[in-house]
T-cell receptor
Framework: RKEVEQDPGPFNVPEGATVAFNCTYSNSASQSFFWYRQDCRKEPKLLMSVYSSGNEDGRFTAQLNRASQYISLLIRDSKLSDSATYLCVVNTMNDMRFGAGTRLTVKP | GAGVSQSPSNKVTEKGKDVELRCDPISGHTALYWYRQRLGQGLEFLIYFQGNSAPDKSGLPSDRFSAERTGESVSTLTIQRTQQEDSAVYLC????????????FGPGTRLTVL
């Protein structure tokens, strides 16, 4: 089993749609969690950290469920510019593990 | 301020040659990471430095790969006797301290082994 697993997608959604991604991790000792965004042929950039209490940044909401070992990202009112690959990142004892990413395409 | 920079941006080499990839982290960032990303795939963690020390080298794919960091600044990733399967984008990231901090990525070095 991979340490960090994501549905690769692609998710193709119309503008304005709400879309959710899940990510599961295997190591219960994992300490911190992030969502990164990667545009085609570009480096990943931090989208948001994921806190135990859940956190929201504008149209983006991240949730962590330690008991079930998954994190989620919800994007509301999706924009064309949200089209990218979303990477789930899990830190375990200073070892960062990236998921393979979920590809999102938002269409007009 | 300057972000993470990497050089070269592109490198084409012949199978069997050695290559050296360079990463200049953000000034003051004590943690530095190397990742590999093959075409259409996710990031593969290679190694991280805290200061000039790399506590865990087990992520390096083979003994042909080595990395060092000096002056808590520049890092080089060296691949000896390159193979075609080494072709990938090699990404470097830095963060202010522990791995829990946000990582800032460089633009990557695209390595093509012919």
């Amino acid at each position: 089993r991979k340490e960090v697993e994501q549905d690769p997608g692609p998710f193709n959604v119309p503008e304005g749609a709400t879309v959710a991604f899940n990510c599961t991790y295997s190591n219960s000792a994992s300490q911190s969690f992030f969502w990164y965004r990667q545009d085609c042929r570009k480096e990943p950039k931090l989208l948001m950290s994921v806190y135990s209490s859940g956190n929201e940044d504008g149209r983006f909401t991240a949730q962590l469920n330690r008991a079930s070992q998954y994190i989620s990202l919800l994007i509301r009112d999706s924009k064309l510019s949200d089209s990218a690959t979303y990477l789930c990142v899990v830190n375990t004892m200073n070892d960062m593990r990236f998921g393979a990413g979920t590809r999102l395409t938002v269409k007009p | 301020g300057a972000g993470v920079s990497q050089s070269p941006s592109n490198k084409v080499t012949e199978k069997g040659k050695d290559v050296e990839l360079r990463c200049d982290p953000i000034s003051g960032h004590t943690a530095l990471y190397w990742y590999r990303q093959r075409l259409g795939q996710g990031l593969e963690f290679l190694i991280y430095f805290q200061g000039n020390s790399a506590p865990d080298k087990s992520g390096l794919p083979s003994d042909r790969f080595s990395a060092e960091r000096t002056g808590e600044s520049v890092s080089t990733l060296t691949i000896q006797r390159t193979q075609q399967e080494d072709s990938a984008v090699y990404l470097c990231a830095s963060s202010p301290g522990l791995a829990a901090d946000t990582q800032y990525f460089g633009p990557g070095t695209r390595l093509t082994v012919l």
